[in-house]
């Protein structure tokens, strides 16, 4: 069936518009110009997965290493250490029975309150270095006091003096008394017997607090 327009031109099978007069030949729906076009759904294999930032689950901090840039660790054990220091200075019954305890116990605590103040549980590793901490601080206390000894003894002849008079009052039996004597004589054989006095005091101190600090975080992870 043939269509004409309204201008009586013919029109062509399906125009839109009048192609004499451009009456257009059946009436139009408008689209949206605010609208934007949705852009074709990207294939899966180019798809970008963009996380929810509520659901994201942020990465657990790193643990800080023990040692002295550790600051929890170094109030830890340093207030574990003066405790400690005090607590050696009391006349129990049996002193070196007392002293061993308390440096042991010292190292365990200073395990427990450094979980206690950062929430981190150390491994024995860990727990042998706070245990090392802590006894390092209490030979520092115990150097410190030495040296003060040292000083208030000055005018009594001096630390060799001193230490003459406690081997003549302590001496044991069959001990050779004149040859620890001679030894003392020399500032040589003082500054040895010093050097020697010192280290065998470090390792004594730090030796325990590390078995107690092993021991703290051995039960820390059990629980």
């Known amino acids: 069936m043939d269509q004409r327009c309204t201008c009586g031109a013919q029109l ?13 030949t059946r009436e139009l729906i408008a689209s949206d110009p605010e609208a934007p076009a949705e852009p074709p759904p990207l294939p899966a294999a180019g798809r970008l997965y963009v996380p929810d930032p509520a659901t994201q689950v942020s990465p657990p901090t790193a643990a800080v290493a023990i040692g002295f840039s550790n600051r929890q660790a170094v109030r830890s054990t340093m207030l574990v250490a003066a405790l400690a220091w005090l ?22 605590v200073a395990v427990w309150l450094y979980h206690r103040r950062t929430g981190e549980s150390p491994n024995v590793r860990a727990g042998v270095w706070l245990g090392w901490l802590t006894g390092v601080f209490c030979f520092v206390i115990t150097l410190v006091f030495m040296v003060t000894s ?7 002849g001096g630390i060799a003096a001193i230490w003459r008079r406690q081997i003549r009052e302590s001496a044991a039996p069959g001990m050779n008394v004149e040859e620890a004597m001679r030894l003392l004589e020399s500032p040589a054989g003082v500054f040895f017997v010093l050097i020697f006095v010192l280290l065998v005091l470090f390792m004594f ?7 107690g600090g092993a021991v703290g975080a051995k039960v820390l992870e059990k629980e």
């Open 12 to 24: 062509y099978p399906d125009a839109l518009f009048c192609h004499k007069c451009g009456k257009p």
């Open 87 to 108: 607590l050696m200075t009391i006349p129990w019954p049996i002193a070196p029975f007392f002293w061993v305890l308390w440096l042991l116990v010292a190292g365990f």
């Open 150 to 156: 040292v000083v208030s003894v000055s005018g009594q």
């Open 205 to 211: 101190f730090t030796t325990l607090p590390m078995i």
